[in-house]
């Protein structure tokens, strides 16, 4: 008899009569032979209500507070996901994270899950009821209410797939699955039957918003399969493992793309040891994560330094640069907010030299210039002016065969 | 230092300007120099709204589930003053009933505090924290939310003040006292400083709704001072504690009435052993509740038998009541739902004769034709026409000086 873990988003149980149909859903999976444990995340716009709630008693709430606060949503979604299964003859029992011992950290909304006991929940499954839990919170080892910032159900659902060793997490949403591309860029996009861990944290990362990345890494270190799949219609979904060596595998999975980024660059830098640690550095400091970095070879004893950082902090990253650039004795810091980043992921391009050249070949002839090019093992990114964004991901998509079923070598 | 609880019920805490302004009373008691408990109910509508959802998610919501579903109520409100509170440099912090270990039976719903375990409470207490406590929620033995249903924040904060042996229970709401009589049917009708446990469960039984019943006997039971205060205006409220031999004592304390009962007879009953009991149990196997009860001295060995029921059970009773007599052989069965019962409440009246003709000849003097009367160790209650209310209470006020501060003997 497998076991399955089953999560549903705020969309998913939004209304009382979306409540019912998880209902259904959830009793057809046990009717079907299976153990089901439900983790279900508060009603869309619950979050958000409390939320102004805490904003008009208190101009800084406390974050203890705000988690004894936040986690009554989800509690409100078990019980009545509970009611619903019990009111159709499926015998259903209610957890809040405290309830079965979801042991975080005490880092109050953003804790990080340390362990889980799940005697609790195996004695129901064992007497034939489904279980439904709360996801995003948890309690700390004083006792404390805590949760694990937004989308944190998801990562409730793997853990305690990975705990109580289930066969499958499947993460119900408002996307039928995993696509090649937005959809809305590109309407070929195909959905995906299968993706790799890595190849979905490429994806999660560049901005594919279907799973909490957290949630893929988590999945990935314990090895629970996970699919997502749409809870408003039926279909297979896409399905989340580990590369499997039977497997005919397709060069490339997907093209993601991030709007959010922009581009700084600094000019005639001396090149000496330890300059790109103190440029750095001082952006660091300030709370700007960074994402490309790129050094040319020097020349004339100076070299050229680029990277990107979130649009929003683009300004603020301009101004540290310009003072640290006068420090340094560079010549000049330009900076650039109207770009985009485009890459190619696929596990399939670690045993394939030439992806690169296709890539940048077939950017070259729709006259699209690259401005910067980064890469990992399953990953080549490049930024490029953003009103390129739509025919890069269209090229690049029709380039590498992606809207069919499955892409040539 | 005292130990102060004090209690806000859903209408004091019905908004977030509300919640803030309870922040502010409660911080004074602390700046007085007390150490505080606040125990909270749900705000206002919110047991309602999440009683809809239940509703429409189940024909027949499983009372487990229901408890999980209501406990939120009170979860969301002591989130949101431990935030206004510490909002406004007030230290505090929350706690669930589970949280605290309000340890109740399993009966959902309608549970039962078995012990606290106030060693937490005691803590923060210790290191200057006001703690704010969910109340009308427990948890039982095995871990599950349970709820002492609806009033029970009152229980829980008699309750906590009792285990934690607190100097006075502070029950806040939307009247400023109890009253000698209710101020809508006699405008003279005065605040009492203070009254007797004893009175205020007659007063409370006969329909002055400022305290749950159950938690004035456990506040009696357990010694423990209440005070019952308004939270919109400042003012001593009124004391409610054991009787105080010192103390000069009004003999009468209060007028109680109950619009909602309606009286029953049957004529010409066998006056023999067991004819009482047959026809009380044909009543109390259909789960009506009986008030009053009273049997006139046999004539010709035959008897005449009257009580009284709520008004919403009365045709009920009726039609149990025509089918007992007939077994019986009884010459004739009566009701009538147009009645109303209005009582004498006073500790003063065990130590005086009296006061009985003085009520009767009162209501004479008024032509109210008094058609039962029953009486406890101190209660005095008749069943008049209903047309009378207002006149029986306010000619008994009159007559008892209910209105001077201190009646006269």
Not at 88 to 102: F, R
Not at 119 to 135: F, I, M, N, P, Q
């Amino acid at each position: 008899m497998a076991l399955i873990v089953q999560k549903y988003g705020g969309t998913s149980v939004g209304s009382p009569e979306r409540i019912q149909n998880v209902a259904w859903r959830v009793k057809r999976c046990r009717d079907e032979g299976n153990r089901v444990i439900v983790v279900v995340s508060a009603m869309s716009g619950e979050t958000d209500r409390l939320l102004g709630l805490a904003s008009a008693v208190a101009s800084n709430a406390v974050p203890r507070e705000v988690d004894v606060l936040l986690s009554t949503g989800e509690q409100v979604t078990i019980a009545l996901l509970a009611m619903a299964l019990n009111d159709i003859d499926c015998p259903a029992v209610s957890y809040t994270g405290s309830q079965v011992h979801i042991r975080t950290d005490s880092a109050h909304n953003k804790a990080r899950i340390q362990e889980i006991d799940g005697d609790r929940v195996l004695g129901d499954l064992e007497e034939g009821r489904v279980v439904v839990v709360a996801g995003f919170q948890g309690v700390d080892e004083f006792g404390n209410i805590t949760t694990l910032g937004r989308g944190g159900s998801d990562t409730t659902a793997v853990a305690l797939a990975a705990a109580l060793k289930g066969d499958e997490c499947q993460i119900y949403t408002d996307v039928d699955g995993v696509y090649t591309t937005d959809p809305r860029v590109e309407p070929k996009a195909r959905r995906l039957d299968r993706i790799t861990f890595e190849e979905m944290l490429e994806m999660a990362s560049l901005g594919s918003k279907v799973l909490q990345i957290r949630s893929v890494e988590f999945a990935g270190k314990f090895n629970v399969p996970l699919r997502v799949l749409s809870s408003f219609e039926d279909g297979p979904g896409t399905l989340i493992t580990y590369e499997d060596a039977q497997m005919e595998q397709a060069l490339i999975s997907g093209i993601a793309f991030n709007r959010n980024e922009a581009k700084l660059t600094v000019t005639g830098v001396p090149d000496q040891p330890g300059v790109a640690a103190r440029i750095l550095t001082a952006i660091s400091d300030a709370n700007i994560e960074v994402d490309m970095i790129v050094q040319n070879v020097a020349q004339d004893a100076t070299t050229d330094f680029t990277f990107t950082v979130n649009r929003g902090d683009f300004k603020k990253a301009l101004a540290i640069l310009e003072s640290t650039a006068s420090a340094l004795g560079a010549r000049q810091v330009k900076g650039d907010d109207k770009i985009v980043k485009v890459s190619l992921v696929g596990v399939g391009m670690r045993s394939h030299a030439g992806i690169a050249s296709d890539m940048f070949s077939a950017l070259a002839a729709e006259n699209i210039n690259i401005q910067m090019i980064g890469t990992s093992e399953i990953k080549i990114s490049v930024v490029v002016d953003e009103k390129y964004l739509e025919l890069a991901v269209r090229t690049l998509h029709s380039k590498f065969g992606l809207a069919d079923e499955v892409n040539a070598e």
